[in-house]
């Protein structure tokens, strides 16, 4: 399989992640933002279990608003020796909106050490067939920092708090930087790296995302790309599974499309992958959203790097993307109903949350 393989197809993906759990020979570490309580998720417990009972170790850290709270469902895990943790369970009070908005939303496995996979999948009938973007690696450098990334979160999961400010270091081997990202109003790590990989964009930006409703300096820039020369293409799903997003993202698009920025809409199911690529040579796999949500609220990871061996994968993937997309239509957008600009308009101050 080589050092690096992009899966853009969750069922193949979860083949693959299940054959290597039924390899390892060591130790299996999960943290998901939803770990299914469906057809999948049984599929994927009853391999881990498989597995504890051989001895192994099995570490999983899943989120109480991504999982749910009850851990009944991972109770044959448990009985065999497995560590699961829940992420910050749902609190009630004045500050309900905030807090519980603080969510775990990482998406990384790594197996014996040896494999790793980071994306945008979580392990859920769900999301069977949606199209996402995800990496798996057995470059050693890489995997080290995917195995301290793990080990400083299982460690710290009850120690989060969103009125901290603060933040991880970036980690870095070779041409990779990895980012952990931690909820806050001012430090927002991955966006702050994203508008600079933009800034600095001399032929082409591309970026997926399920839920795109980028903050104003991040419209700014890209506008100011397009309006430079450079090849601004964003792909989302025509609707996606948040429909409130869908609605308030319609509020933008017509600035943006004026401006240059290349808009589409995946119309092949929902598109939940989430990927920048820069100028065909640098490039983030991440597991956050280009939305207010992201990058305020929720700890993600992002990957990003320069590898050679990943830009072929890469280019078929946003190739295969668009070639299932329609374009944005600026005047049935000019056209749209009072009723709907009023809606958008009602729904825009609560864009944070979603």
Known sequence: MGKFKIFDDNLVLFNSVLEDIRNAKQSIWIEIYRFGKDAM??????????????????????????????????????????????????????????KN????????????????????????????????????????????????????????????????????????????VFIQDLPGIYRQKIKTKYERMISKAEKEILIETPYFLPGHVLRKLLCEAAQRGVNVNVVTPIHSDVHVVDIIRRHYLGSLHQAGVKLHFYTAGNLHAKGVMIDNEIFSISSANFD??????????ALIGKEPQLLPQLQEHFDSTLKYCTSFDYVSWKRRSTIDRIIELMLLPFRYLF
């Open 292 to 301: 207010y949500r992201s990058f305020r609220y929720q700890y993600e990871l």
């Open 101 to 176: 908005h603080c969510r775990n939303h990482r998406k990384l496995i790594v197996i014996d050490g040896e494999i790793g996979y980071i994306g945008s999948t979580n392990i859920t009938a769900y999301c069977l067939n949606w199209r996402e973007l995800n990496l798996r690696t057995t470059e050693e450098a890489l995997l080290s920092i995917l195995r301290r990334s793990f080990k400083d979160s299982f460690r710290s999961f009850e120690r989060y708090s969103f009125n901290k400010i603060g933040t991880k270091r970036d980690l870095h081997t070779g041409d990779w």
């Open 41 to 98: 998720g049984e599929k994927f417990r009853m391999a881990l279990e498989d597995k504890a009972s051989e001895g192994l170790e099995v570490k999983i850290l899943v989120d109480a608003w991504g999982t749910g709270e009850d851990t009944t469902f991972f109770e044959p895990l448990t009985k065999l020796g497995a560590e699961v943790r829940i992420y910050r369970k749902m609190r009630f009070g004045k500050s309900f909106l905030s």
